[in-house]
């Protein structure tokens, strides 16, 4: 087997929407000053889902990936690999992936959980392509799904406001036809203060602090020349130019860094896939939402070369190019 292919996307999020101007009055309750116009202008974010109580990231993963195995006309005993990317799992173990696992009925694929924050589903896209190309899996299920909203400090509104939940998947198969033509994957351990949630839990009690923090506007440079080059570099591996991209997915944090990159890359806002507007940043979960709302609404079409790019915590990002 040559390559692994997209054989079909799914997504999920969970029933509330919670606009700005929802969240500037719940804030206002606390303390924390805020506004539609302050978090659209700097952000472009209008609005984000945001998952109950009750609800958590594997049932939001379940139905992502329901949703994107019925698209590839597959069952979950069809699986032999599930990797889920998370930085909010259930437990510190199992993975998130072994629930998913027992709540879709599958048994017997390996499944495990890959951590790159809001690089993780390209981390774990690669990943099940280099599987499938090393002839270790042929039919793969890989997820990208998070609650943010539970590590979120209420109090910090350079934040809060930013993220939201949800759940993106799809179906990998091995494949004669590409497929995955090109991925590239890098991290920068040094630049862990720049975006974190350190805390941990050790003996019955959270150590350090379990709330997400960020240098927002250290996070923004960084992300966008990594970005650019990541772009360039790995739609060269895959022999294309960029012109050849008829549609660009990157990570979606921020409408900002969308436009930044999409002009540096030179190309047109009209290639660009944007749902930060609708879904805030859902770290793991935004590239494969994004895919599948573009997939279904028709905008990507089979044949397509499509560019996904992560950037995220850890430092970490890559960039994967497939055609659909
Ligand atoms: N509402 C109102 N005012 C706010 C808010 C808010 N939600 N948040 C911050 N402010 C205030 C600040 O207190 C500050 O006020 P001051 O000047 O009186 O001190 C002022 O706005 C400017 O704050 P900055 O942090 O300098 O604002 P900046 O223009 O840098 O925008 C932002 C902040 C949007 C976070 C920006 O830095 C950014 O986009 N960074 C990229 C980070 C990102 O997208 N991260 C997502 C996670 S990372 C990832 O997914 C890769």
Redesign the pocket.
Known sequence: VQYSRIIGTGSYLPDEIVTNNDLAQRLAKKGV???DE??VS??GIKQRHIADDSTKTSDLAVKAAQNALASAGKTAADLDLIILATSTPDFVFPSTACMVQAKLGNRGAAAFDVQA??SGFVYALTTADSFIKAGRARCALVIGAEVFSRILDWQD???C??FGDGAGAVVLQASDEPGIQAAQLHADGSLTNI?CVPGSVAHGQVTGDPFLR?D??A??KQ?VSVLEQSARDTVAEAGLELSDIDWLIP?Q??L??LTFLAKKLGGSMDKLVVTVDQHA?T?AASVPLALDQACRDGRIKSGHEVLMQG???GFTWGSVVARM
Do not use: D, K, P, Y
Request: charged share 15%; proline share 0%.
């Open positions: 000053e805020t506004s302050w978090i700097r952000t924050v809001c509104r350079g934040t406001v930013l975006l960020m927002g506007q996070v923004f992300a990570h944090a921020n900002r860094i940043n770290s950037v995220g915590g």
